[in-house]
């Protein structure tokens, strides 16, 4: 069970990125920390014993924490677009227009 979980978890990295919450890099970087928790829950199945059930307990403790400063390190920041909107369309007067700034965000 414990290398199905982390089989899943090798998946965060590219599910984070594809939906655009995070950098392509975190993709990347992530494979180290699911790497080794993968590995060591592995090495568990195919030799369950007290020591190799440690080290997952403890990269499974690990992981998370590591994988969302990770996250935050690598996301996307909005970028703010600023437009002039006419509030008038009134061509024929020839006083000025007002205008008002209209403010959105978009992602990178």
Known sequence: MVL?????????????????VTT??????????????????????QNPS???ARKVFRYSLLILPVLMAMMSFHKKHPVVVEQHVPLL????????S???????????
Not at 4 to 16: F, N, W
Not at 89 to 96: I, L, N, R
Not at 98 to 108: H, I, Q, R
């Open 98 to 108: 007002s205008t008002t700034t209209v403010t959105t965000a978009a992602m990178d």
């Open 50 to 52: 007290r020591e190799s």
């Open 89 to 96: 369309d009134d061509s024929t007067s020839s006083s000025s």
């Open 24 to 45: 392509w890099a975190f993709a990347l970087d992530s494979m180290i920390p699911n790497g080794l928790f993968t590995y060591e829950a592995y090495k568990f199945y």
């Open 4 to 20: 199905a979980y982390s089989l899943l978890m090798s998946t965060i990295g590219v599910a984070a990125a594809a939906t655009d």
